[in-house]
């Protein structure tokens, strides 16, 4: 299935169609970013560098032309500027909201593949130490994987049905092994993935290798989870800091100056100063939540 992407005007179909005149373009563009082809191919978006830069182009002039006429009106019929004004305001405006378009789009694919590397790495512990067992109980390697494809560990059990449905039409398990390692953008998924080729390369045992990865994962993740904790203090400080201090001192401050310093302060002015502390307040729990470790162990 096709990753959707959002901010897209068009669908997706109707781009490609629009776009393949403009994958000159999009090949001289896709130069400057080297990264992205290798990012779309960690994702599940199905188009290489050049196709994606040139529907990203499509819809970033669609969109430029939509806000072109929507902000002329805006300036011509609310602010009753005249047609040069109303002109230079809309172009300035929507040149601006399709350039910060576009660089959201090419940015997307990178976004994405870091995503989907945090949901790999949720729960491939447990898919392990899951395949740990049953290769204990004698289960070979390949029916492990074929078993946990077939469970419900999220992203890494997707990506073991696609290793088990290479294997089934004729691929060798190693070799399997080896792509899913090479597409993935998960570091751990790929180091697990490179001991497991590796094990079979030197006929070692399978059951002390996953021991030794289920280890070194764990720990990881121990180390992670402490860090984010002592971050988290200090995280708490600055959020106290600007949800209870400054708004406070602040509004004080305003009401002393409006009082007795005379300055003629609005309530328009009250008012922005209580929503942008509100805005940095959810700006800043986003950021907390952001750095917060996706882990289960």
């Not at 994702?43 to 819809?59: A, F, G, Q």
């Not at 011509?76 to 399709?98: D, E, K, M, T």
């Not at 751990?188 to 030794?212: C, D, E, M, V, Y």
Request: aromatic content about 10%; proline content about 2%.
């Amino acid at each position: 299935m096709t990753q959707k992407i959002p901010l897209m005007i068009l669908p997706l179909e109707v781009s490609k169609k629009l776009s393949k005149r403009f994958t000159g373009i999009g090949e001289l563009i896709s130069r400057g970013v080297p990264g992205l082809k290798y990012d779309l191919e960690k994702t599940d978006i199905k188009m290489d560098d050049k196709e994606y830069l040139s529907v990203s182009m499509i819809n970033c002039f669609f969109s430029l032309v939509l806000l072109f006429a929507f902000f002329f009106s805006l300036a011509y019929l609310i602010r009753q500027a005249g047609i040069h004004n109303s002109l230079l305001i809309s172009v300035s405006i929507s040149v601006i909201f399709s350039a910060i378009l576009f660089y959201l789009l090419v940015r997307y694919p990178s976004i994405l593949a870091r995503k989907k590397a945090d949901m790999l790495e949720k729960n491939l512990v447990f898919a392990l130490k899951d395949m740990l067992l049953q290769i204990g109980s004698g289960t070979s390697l390949y029916d492990s994987i074929d078993n946990i494809s077939r469970s419900d560990y999220g992203l890494i059990s997707k990506e073991f049905g696609k290793v088990s449905r290479q294997v089934s039409t004729g691929s060798p398990l190693d070799k399997s092994l080896e792509n899913a390692a090479v597409r993935s953008g998960s570091e751990h998924l790929r180091k697990t993935l490179w001991q497991l080729i590796n094990a079979i390369h030197a006929g070692s045992s399978i059951k002390s290798a996953l021991k030794t990865i289920i280890a070194n994962l764990t720990h990881e993740h121990k180390t992670k989870i402490k860090d984010y904790s002592k971050e988290l203090n200090m995280w708490s400080l600055i959020y106290m800091l600007f949800a209870v201090a400054i708004p406070t001192i602040g509004i004080t401050m305003m009401v002393i100056l409006s009082s007795f310093a005379g300055m003629n302060l609005s309530n328009a002015a009250f008012i922005a100063f209580v929503v942008c502390c509100f805005a940095l307040q959810i700006i800043m729990i986003g950021m907390i939540k952001k750095r917060r470790p996706v882990v289960n162990i």
